[in-house]
């Protein structure tokens, strides 16, 4: 168990490392930063002055060491255009798109377990299929346009929640569902293929012959094993949902990270995307890690991997 | 057994599948109407015409018969941007596949082929990948070159190959040790030979139900780009763009963001039908 836990921690640390560098050379690589940084109108002169001032005049490689080393330590330096730390900014917005995150996976299962198991229960009828459907559709959806229409319909026309922003709890809800949406065809489906193969085993068939009720049979026997897969999957979901939270935040004008990034991105303000994308991998890595050791706890079988 | 991609039984049950004509039916449209665009438009989609801004759709109260689907914030014709927008729409999704086919399967059959320090560098890669939030990366890199169509198709090639390197290992090691791939060493096949004659068609239809996956996700996500404006410039109609365009609008005259998003949501539908109907077909799941 200890050497699963140590060498799954190690891919893990590498992975993060390598998403570092990788950040590092997306900002480096893409053009010259300092052209971008001191804009469209800026003279030969100002280019120069940028270059010299953000330290960008110095070879790669030594800026390569004085950033992962400051990022290491949980510095990101200073945002060129809020003139505040970035890890300050980070912090103040992170409470906002984890919000948005939880809100967003709690209405995905809470959608997703009953209907996965409902289809499970009368697979290959009609109720199967329709749920089937129903998650294809949720995966075609494009969630900036669903978020437009909610807006429009519970917005504007029916008036029940605001249009934007997150003064109040409500100003979650319509991008929560936006969110979950995205979620929901995947869990849904793990959800119904767990439960069918749950139902199949033979504990099932013991519990039958011992004559319980049928709900007793499909909680505590059915779906406590289905679970297992489903909650460590959540969890690597809302890692990608908090990646791909950039785009509701930005349709909503909520001031989460993704919002931040996306400021941060139309004003070139690179120190803070740099940081923004390293976060959002880090979180990413650290609940797939979780995930995995969450298997390996109840699934003996799984530690060998 | 090699190049056996359909057999005669699937193929049957496939074209009794309603999911499966259904898909074939939106996808074939939308592709015969991004081939024919510059034929079957009415109007110019470029063509910009002030006075007659914002008219609404002939079957809407106020609508005018000469423009069906309305016209935009700039007097453009809607259908014929509309029509013009499926072609973007396919183009890149069908290019995008083809570059991340290209880096996913390359790199899955390598890993799943040779297995040990060639596989570990391969189930590295795919973490790596997949630990990176897709969505920002490409914003960020499309605000650091200047978005341009080819950028949107370089950089979402780029970025998701994931599916396509995990489906091509998996699948690749199952086969690697059956008779018949041992049966082509034994006749004293080419490593080349057995990876191009024996392993890719015995692994092609479950590449086939990626790239319809793919070919959805990255047309919704060229619609996502180029809503935030850093995706297909302007003044080129892609549905996403249409839709941001739109937005300042879409209180007094919802029309004018439900027609493209609603072609969006179709076109992609069909493509998840196709998808979902080939992996019934071969009774796997790859839904993950």
Partial sequence: MLRFFLRRFAVAVLVALTVLTLAFMLTRLSGDLAVSIAGPNATAEDVETVRRVYGLDRPLTVQYFDWLGNALRGDFGESYFFRDRVSNL??????????????????????????????????????????????????????????????????????????????????????????????????TRLTRSGMIEALASDYIRTARAKGLT????????????????????????????LGGSVVIETVFALHGVGYLAWESISKNDFPVVQAVVLVLALIYIGLTLLADLFNAVLDPRLRSA | MSGAVLPAGRASRLLRNWGFMVGVAIV???????????????YDPF?????????????????????????????????????????????????????????????????GFYGGKVDDAVVFAITTRLSIP?????????????????????????????????????????????????????????????????????????????????????????????FLGLGVPPPLPSWGLMISEAKEYMFFDAWVIVIPGAALFVLVLGVNFLGDALRDMMGTDLSR
């Fill in chain 1, 90 to 187: 980070i912090a103040s917005r992170m409470p906002v798109t984890v919000t948005l995150g939880l809100v967003g996976l709690v209405l995905a299962l809470v959608v997703s377990l009953p209907l996965g198991i409902l289809a499970a229960v009368r697979e290959g009828s009609w109720v199967d299929r329709l749920v089937g459907l129903f998650a294809m559709i949720g995966q075609a959806m494009p969630s900036f346009w669903l978020g437009l229409m909610l807006m429009v319909v519970f917005g504007l026309q029916l008036a029940w929640l605001p249009i934007s922003g997150a003064d109040t709890w409500e100003g979650f809800i319509l991008p929560g569902v936006v969110l979950a949406f995205s979620a929901i065809p995947s869990l």
């Fill in chain 1, 214 to 241: 049928r709900l007793s049979i499909l909680v505590k026997h059915g779906f406590r094993n289905a679970a297992i897969p489903v909650v460590a999957i959540a969890a690597v979901q809302l890692g990608f949902m």
């Fill in chain 2, 28 to 42: 074939g449209f939308a592709a015969i109407i991004a081939i024919l665009a510059p034929w079957i438009v009415p």
């Fill in chain 2, 47 to 111: 063509a910009i015409d002030l006075d007659r801004r914002l008219v609404p759709p002939s079957f809407m109260e106020g609508g005018d018969p000469r423009n069906f689907l309305g016209t935009d914030q700039l007097g453009r014709d809607y259908f014929s941007r509309l029509i013009y927008g499926t072609r973007i729409s396919m183009v890149i999704g069908v290019l995008t596949v083809i570059t991340s086919g290209l880096i996913g399967i390359t790199l899955g059959v390598l890993g």
């Fill in chain 2, 134 to 226: 897709a969505v920002l990366v490409a914003l960020a890199v499309a605000a650091l070159r200047g978005s341009s169509f080819l950028l949107v198709v370089l950089v979402l090639g780029f970025l998701l190959w994931d599916r396509f390197a995990v489906v091509a290992r998996s699948t690749t090691m199952q086969i690697r040790n059956l008779d018949y791939v041992s049966a082509a060493w034994c006749a004293g096949a080419s490593r080349w030979w057995v990876l191009s004659r024996e392993v890719l068609p015995n692994i092609a239809t479950h590449l086939a139900v990626v790239a319809t996956l793919e070919m959805a996700l990255a047309i919704l996500l060229e619609a996502a780009l180029s």
